[in-house]
């Protein structure tokens, strides 16, 4: 069993930067895949950004240049720093951890809101 626990999430004004933080317990991370996932208000859960265990991202085309994950695996902890925020960005952010062929574990979101 993994348990994932978002931080960082909040208000912030177009233009500005967050940093998200997944911290891990149950299993150690450096082992696997790990992404972030966001959902807006009425629209299905969407890719943001992924991690592989040897270091390897990947990032959704919209985020590419703005967003960084990276992982800190003597914290057992992922991030995502966000830059040069859009009020199209607003959504709940998602960490998410890939044990087999899919994310198999979730947590339980924190909501990032940028303002216009």
């Known amino acids: 069993q993994v348990q994932l626990v978002e931080s960082g999430g909040g208000l912030v004004q177009a233009g500005g930067s967050l940093r998200l933080s997944c911290a891990a317990s149950?299993?150690?991370?450096?082992?696997?895949?790990m992404g972030w996932f966001r959902q807006a208000p009425g629209k299905e859960r969407e890719f943001v950004a992924a991690?592989?265990?040897?270091?390897?991202?990947n990032y959704k085309d919209s985020v590419r240049g703005r967003f960084t994950i990276s992982r800190v695996n003597a914290k057992n902890t992922v991030y995502l720093q966000m830059n040069s925020l859009k009020p199209e960005d607003t959504a709940v952010y998602y960490c998410?951890?890939?044990?087999?062929?899919?994310?198999?574990?979730w947590g339980q979101g924190t909501q990032v809101t940028v303002s216009s």
């Open positions: 998410a951890v890939s044990i087999g062929d899919t994310y198999d574990y």
């Open positions: 991690i592989s265990r040897t270091g390897g991202v």
């Open positions: 149950g299993r150690t991370l450096s082992r696997y895949a």
